[in-house]
């Protein structure tokens, strides 16, 4: 399933709703990867503060059908599934932020609140250079969103993440979050990837 969300008028007859903004939302829709949702940044401006936090920008682009460039975004889903209640949600995600620390070959790299994105990959300027055929030149960005440390795709062929309890994720042009330990094989499965395999392991502050 592809989802895309704009928000704007429309026309409506007995049967149908079409018009420029119906036409951004397909548009979206197409642009998503499977499982993923996309929304412009008007349909972004007007949504709760609670629920923008887990919005992501990827990028701008020209659609068909409209003049301007529109800006994308992504949204982040809750793996804990948990529903906060708006006046405790910051007091809740404040303490969802601790320590990552990865691991690649005889690199360690710590991330903690304050750490700013950082990008992974074989381009010489990623705060984590992976020499790997399988990876991209900027793989993958691990950031903090919705104060959560989060592994965002950017690849070609994609970012395998197991976690300690065997639970593998494949990301394509998709975000989740690291809350566990495990390790992360870009562009390739674990598996057939022992040499350039990055070690995280999450602990709280």
Same mark, same amino acid.
């Given at each position: ?73 992504? #949204?982040?889903?809750?793996?804990? =599934?948990?529903?906060?209640? *708006?006046?405790?949600? !910051?007091? /809740?995600?404040?303490?969802?932020? @601790? ?59 994609? #970012?395998?993440?197991?976690?300690? =309890?065997?639970?593998?994720? *494949?990301?394509?042009? !998709?975000? /989740?979050?690291?809350?566990?330990? @495990? ?23």
């Amino acid at each position: 399933m592809r989802i895309g969300f704009h928000i704007g008028p429309v026309i409506v007859t007995d049967d149908d709703v079409f018009g420029a903004t119906v036409n951004l939302a397909s548009r979206l829709a197409a642009l998503a990867s499977p499982g993923e949702v996309l929304m412009s940044r008007s349909c972004v401006d007007a949504l709760h503060a609670a629920y923008r936090s887990n919005t992501q920008r990827l990028n701008s682009a020209i659609v068909k059908g409209s003049a301007d460039a529109v800006e994308i975004y992504r #949204t982040l889903g809750d793996p804990e =599934n948990v529903t906060v209640a *708006v006046g405790q949600l !910051q007091h /809740t995600l404040e303490k969802r932020v @601790g320590i990552l620390t990865l691991t690649y070959q005889e690199k360690q790299i710590i991330l903690d609140g304050a750490t700013g994105p950082m990008l992974m990959g074989r381009d010489p300027g990623c705060g984590l250079i992976v020499i790997s055929d399988w990876a991209s030149r900027r793989h993958a960005t691990l950031e903090i969103q919705n104060s959560r440390f989060t592994l965002t795709d950017h690849s070609t062929n994609g #970012t395998f993440c197991l976690d300690d =309890n065997q639970r593998l994720q *494949v990301l394509k042009r !998709q975000a /989740t979050y690291l809350l566990t330990s @495990g390790t992360i094989s870009l562009g390739i499965d674990p598996i057939q990837n022992q040499d350039n395999l990055i070690r995280y392991e999450f602990s709280k502050n």
